[in-house]
């Protein structure tokens, strides 16, 4: 899941460190539905006939609730999935969905083993969109909502988004962090070093949900 990305950008981004991984993994990647314009920093890697959607009108409360529920229907029709990987907007939708789910089904199993979270700016309370308002989540407030194992992989020169958020919300003893060097974006080729590193805690974070790799 990526933000405002056509599929084939995300799958570029992330093949650098999907490479890393080894061809034992596979992928499905999840186009949004909500036509949006060019996210900025993807001027270097789209062209500009491509066409660019989102998961969600992130301005509109009732398009953040549909996210979450579109969300829900792929993973019981689709799944199950091991891990879900996912960026920016896609990363706010995945989070949140954890946490409502942990919220609403305390004693079920999550759909995934593990997440791997890049550039996440936040999860929101599905309780305060269902009462018409926006409220990221915080630890003080919510307490430890994510409980599978996480990956969480920001730039430290990235402006954009409230950097430990969500990795707040995560189980710390199963938790892994990697801040590279780089601003809003999945390290890839000409990032050589924080690609590694990524794949280094992606590993950890595999390992700790209990499958192969």
């Known amino acids: 899941m990526g933000h405002q990305l056509p599929t084939q950008i995300f799958e570029t981004q992330t093949a650098a460190i999907r490479f890393e991984l080894g061809d034992h993994h596979t992928y499905e990647f999840v186009e949004g539905h909500i036509p949006s314009e060019m ?16 998961y969600a009108d992130i301005e509109d409360l009732n398009s953040c609730l549909n996210a979450l529920d579109l969300l829900d229907a792929y993973v019981a029709a689709e799944g199950p999935f091991d891990g879900i990987l996912a ?21 079920s199993a999550s759909p995934f083993k593990c ?3 890049f550039s996440a700016p936040a999860a929101y309370s599905f309780h ?6 926006f409220r990221k ?6 307490g430890e909502l ?13 402006a954009s988004i409230d950097a430990a958020t969500v990795s707040s919300l995560c189980a ?10 780089g601003g809003h974006e999945v390290p890839g080729v000409r990032m050589n ?4 590193s990524s794949v280094q805690i992606i590993r950890r974070v595999v390992s700790m949900a209990g499958y192969k790799q």
């Open 146 to 158: 994510i409980r599978i194992p996480t990956a969480h992989i920001w730039g430290s020169n990235d």
């Open 172 to 181: 710390p003893g199963t938790m892994e962090v990697y801040v590279h060097a």
């Open 39 to 54: 996210f900025p920093q993807l001027r270097e890697v789209a062209s500009s006939t491509d066409e660019f959607f989102s």
């Open 128 to 133: 305060a969109l269902e009462n018409g308002r």
């Open 87 to 107: 960026f920016s907007q896609g990363a706010i939708i995945a989070s949140s969905y954890l946490a409502r789910r942990a919220l609403l089904r305390p004693d």
């Open 115 to 117: 997440a791997v979270f």
């Open 137 to 142: 989540m915080t630890r003080d407030v919510d």
């Open 193 to 196: 070093a924080a690609v590694k």
